[in-house]
């Protein structure tokens, strides 16, 4: 699941998070738990005639963080 805000007209700031459930019914699954993520992040359109955004990404899952930077361009 995300939302995503758009907070001015060349900023997006979004929040997401996500849930794993393995089925121990499976015969090569050996452990049935969840698991679970959520994060923040924020994107910058910082070349406006090429829409091409940088942004940093924050996640957190139960074992640890993890952080992304993001540089993307829709082809």
């Known amino acids: 699941m995300q939302a995503r805000f758009r907070a001015a007209p060349r900023w997006i700031v979004f929040g997401f998070a996500g849930l794993g459930i393995t089925d121990d019914d499976l015969d090569f699954v050996t452990d049935s738990d969840s ?20 942004g940093l990404d924050v996640a957190r899952r139960p074992e640890d963080w993890a952080w992304y930077v993001q540089v993307n361009h829709p082809w």
């Open 35 to 54: 698991i679970h993520s959520a994060g923040a992040g924020a994107r910058y359109n910082i070349f406006e005639t090429q829409k091409i955004w940088v």
